[in-house]
Structure formats: structure tokens, C-alpha cells
């Protein structure tokens, strides 16, 4: 019988990584004769968990042909050997003989979409028979439980990983950005997020002192290695793994009215702007949106770099579908914008007072519904004269996302299109 394997909370914000912590497991098990099943599993949980170190991710493996005494050794020898467990990470290992059920399936669902308390997973595990093993106060068992039940029948990409040498830890990654940007032209939609066009900046390779040299995403296998290939690289590695994973299928997200809105959870709000976007201090966005329940503020914060343009452009009436994170900010909970839909524009309509058909002068307001008058000859005119003028548009109905950079491992490129469903 097939054993999986998960695992969680290895690292810490300082150093520290579960991919690599795995990839040195799963090769240590090959060494005794077990036989790796698929892909392992690269699992993003609920991105706004307020403990997470960094991209709040859980790895889990299948292996065949390895006693459970034997995997539970070479598990506990690499965790204490490789995880921060010092500066305090709760690392976990679930262990599980055959397949995941509905319940391990259910529980991902809710690690990815809510906060859950350690006392369920401490209760699914003894439901569906996993044994765990944990450190310090064992949080990690939420995620290592997740990986395992992780239901990737709504879409999965896949990340090569590549991981360095440990002398190497900690010093500068030493990759020709010129070979990422020219594999990101070769091998675009197929792979994403390689670069930031509006900063410029690669991608693929994180700015911490982790054992990662560089993480390539994309729809398939084949085109990763391809892309790897394509990449100059000036240090040895010591591994490259291709993991499956549910990055950049969107599926954090939960379609919810305002009335049922909460911090912590990812939503998908339609609406109407009921007021006009206004710039606030550190160069954030605001503006807030209402349907038939209630309102929300919206927010596009500084690192969204240009979709604060586009945010801006919005006028009360338009009609928009707002995906993004809910957070409890001080003027109330936020939805941070990661993308929108734009469903309907209304026509920017601005009124204002008429020429004067007597020297041609613009003339000034009375009051509300008292007229104008025109202050060079005194001419009046009743409010029926009021001149009412059609401002162009310059945004389209359509989809529009933040750059690179400021987008979430969960939250599906718009470049994806259907690639999703076609691999």
C-alpha cells in the first residue's frame, strides 16, 4: 500500500525551506529502495494566515515499497537535521497509508480558505488514520494534513525547483537575468511570472537566504525543463525538483456578498463603485463598493505600481467584479485588490454652467436650481442651460490584474486564458 507523506512548517522568516527539506527526504528514501509515486505535491494554503513565514506553502509525497517504521526515521533524522526548528518553526509530518477520503479532501478546502483551529487537525487525523509526528506546539499538522488531501481537480501548474549547494546559502544568486527574460519570450503563456515587465526585475529567483536558487512555473513538465535549460546558471545545484502544485488557480477565492464578508478569507464581490477612488497617504487607493447587502472599501496599495491608474479611472455607477484578500484595516475590512472585472462603464456625464450668448464669457453658478449669471455683463440664464458634456472613457469593460510582483501564489495571470483546462 502506497504511504503519503506531508509535511509543514519547516522554515522560518529567516532561513529555511519545506521544498528543500522534502527534496532531501524523498531522495533519502529512494536511497532505500522506495518508489517515488507522481509528482510531489507544492501546496498553497490560505495566503492570509497571520502566521505564516513566507508563501505559506506545505509539501506532501507518495512513495511505495518503504516500511512505515523505516519512512518515519528518515523523516524525523532530516527534519532535525534541515528545519528551523530553533527559531521556533512547529514543524509537522503526517503520515497516511493509502488514499486521502472526502474528509482530507474537505479539510485542504478549508485550509485554503479559512483559519483552522489546531484542535481539528489533531481531530481529522485520528478520523482518517494519519500519524503525526510534530515539534514545538505542532501547527504544521494543518498543513501537512492539507498537501496530503489536496484536491487538484480544479486546475494544477507545476514549479521546477531548483535548489543550492549549502555553501552557497545565503550569498548572491548567481543567474544571467538576459537568459530569463529570453526564455520568458520563448516559452510565454507556458510558463508565467518568470518576469516583472513594468519594474523589470526576474522573478524566479527569491531574495531570501533560502536554499532556493530559482522556482520556474508553468502549465506543464515539458515546457519547465525546456525553460530551465534555457536559463545561465554560474553555481552548482544540488537538486532539481518539479513539483505539482495549485499556484495560480485561483482557488483561495470565494464568491461572497458583502454581508458575509470576514477578515481573513479571499473573496469575489460584485458590485457598483459608489464613490469616486481618491489617493491616500503612501500613494494607496480607495474607494468604496456596494451591492444589494451592503458596502466594502476596496483598496489598490502602493506595490500594485500601475492598476492604481487603471483603479482610478473608476467612476460611481460602474458596475465590477473585485477579487482580492479581506482584511480588517482601521477604517473597517478592505478587500486588497488583486484583479477585477470591469462588467459595465457608465457614461462620465459632467455638467457645468453655459457660455454667456453675449461675450461669450463662461458664467457662474447662482445656486443649486437658481440659474446662472454671467459676471462680465450680467446676463442670466435658467438652470434648463446648463451645458451637460460626455467624457471618453479611457478604460474598457474587461479583465485587469496587478503586475508580477505584487500577485499571490494562488491567484491566477490573466496571460493563463485556458491553458488551465488544456493540460
Known amino acids: 500500500m502506497a504511504l503519503w507523506i506531508g509535511i509543514d512548517d519547516t522554515d522560518s522568516r529567516k532561513a529555511g525551506c519545506t521544498t528543500y527539506v522534502a527534496a532531501v527526504a524523498m531522495r533519502r528514501l529512494e536511497a532505500l529502495g522506495a518508489r517515488l509515486i507522481g509528482y510531489p505535491r507544492l501546496v498553497r494554503l490560505n495566503p492570509n494566515c497571520p502566521y505564516k513565514t513566507r508563501g505559506n506553502a506545505a509539501v506532501a509525497f507518495k512513495v511505495e515499497g518503504v516500511e512505515l517504521e523505516k519512512a518515519e526515521d528518515v523523516m524525523t533524522g532530516v527534519i532535525e537535521e534541515l528545519s528551523e526548528l530553533d527559531e521556533g518553526a512547529e514543524t509537522s509530518i503526517a503520515f497516511l497509508r493509502g488514499e486521502p477520503d472526502e474528509r482530507l479532501r474537505g479539510f485542504y478546502w478549508r485550509a485554503v480558505r479559512e483559519l483552522i483551529p489546531l484542535e481539528d487537525g489533531f481531530r481529522v487525523a485520528e478520523e482518517v488514520g494519519a500519524k503525526l509526528i510534530y515539534y514545538n506546539g505542532g501547527m504544521g499538522i494543518i498543513g501537512a494534513l492539507a498537501a496530503i488531501g489536496a484536491d487538484l481537480s480544479l486546475g494544477k501548474t507545476y514549479e521546477l525547483i531548483a535548489h543550492r549547494r549549502r555553501e552557497y546559502w545565503g550569498t548572491v544568486r548567481r543567474i544571467d537575468p538576459v537568459s530569463v527574460f529570453d526564455m520568458d519570450r520563448a516559452t510565454r503563456p507556458y510558463t508565467f511570472d518568470n518576469i516583472d515587465p513594468e519594474s523589470g526585475e526576474i522573478r524566479i529567483a527569491p531574495h531570501t537566504p533560502c536554499p532556493v536558487l530559482l522556482g520556474i512555473r508553468g502549465v506543464n513538465p515539458e515546457i519547465l525543463e525546456k525553460a530551465f535549460k534555457m536559463i545561465r546558471i554560474y553555481e552548482p545545484i544540488e537538486f532539481v525538483t518539479i513539483f505539482e502544485t495549485n499556484q495560480a488557480t485561483d482557488v483561495h477565492y470565494q464568491k461572497l456578498r458583502t454581508s458575509d464578508l470576514s477578515d481573513g478569507v479571499s473573496a469575489i464581490v ?94 457662474t453658478s447662482m445656486g443649486k436650481n437658481k440659474g446662472f449669471k454671467c459676471r462680465r455683463c450680467g446676463t442670466r440664464l435658467p438652470e434648463e442651460c446648463k451645458e451637460i458634456v460626455r467624457v471618453p472613457r479611457a478604460i474598457k469593460p474587461g479583465f485587469y490584474e496587478v503586475p508580477p510582483s505584487a500577485r499571490r501564489h494562488l491567484t491566477r495571470p490573466l496571460m493563463l486564458g485556458e491553458l488551465l483546462r488544456d493540460n
Not at 476596496?298 to 487603471?310: D, M, N, Q, V
Not at 473585485?322 to 477604517?331: I, L
Request: aromatic share 8%; glycine share 8%; with cysteine.
Open 270 to 363: 460584485e458590485g457598483i463603485v459608489a464613490e469616486a477612488p481618491r489617493i491616500d497617504v503612501g500613494g494607496h487607493v480607495f474607494f468604496k463598493l456596494r451591492d444589494m447587502h451592503g458596502e466594502i472599501w476596496c483598496a489598490a496599495y502602493e506595490p500594485t505600481k500601475s492598476f492604481r491608474k487603471l483603479i482610478l479611472q473608476l467612476i460611481p455607477g460602474d458596475e465590477i467584479v473585485a477579487y482580492g484578500a479581506v482584511k480588517q484595516k482601521p477604517q473597517g475590512l478592505t478587500l486588497n485588490l488583486e484583479k477585477i472585472y470591469i462588467r459595465v462603464l457608465v457614461e462620465n456625464i459632467i455638467e457645468r454652467p453655459p457660455t454667456c450668448p453675449d461675450c461669450r464669457k463662461r458664467m
